[in-house]
């Protein structure tokens, strides 16, 4: 969520509500997605690109454009780590 000051406790209850009912079987459509959601393994979500590759100079990593999808796979998670570290580090397990 992040730290902010919401209106009521509506929109917090609606939030507990989703992530509790989002665990019972059936809910979600593809379970296997839910094993990609943001905080699944600890880590941020790496960054997420559409089309066009070139936005206004923002430009799509070639690797993902490359469709090697084991390269894709490891500059993801290199990403997540990447952002985790710099974002979130108490998120991170000591080792």
């Known amino acids: 969520m992040g730290d902010y000051v919401l209106t009521g406790g509506e929109l ?19 379970e296997q997605s839910a ?5 699944q393994d600890d ?8 089309r066009p590759a070139d936005y206004k100079g923002w430009k799509v990593p070639e ?11 490891q500059w993801e998670l290199e990403q997540a780590m990447e952002r985790t570290k710099r974002l979130r580090p ?3 397990k000591e080792e």
């Open 90 to 92: 108490d998120l991170l």
């Open 12 to 30: 917090a209850a609606a939030i507990i509500a989703d992530a509790v009912v989002r665990v019972i079987p059936g809910v979600i459509g593809d």
């Open 43 to 50: 880590l941020l979500a790496a960054p997420i690109y559409t």
């Open 63 to 73: 690797i993902l454009l490359s469709g090697n999808e084991a390269k894709i796979r």
């Open 35 to 39: 094993l990609s959601d943001c905080f």
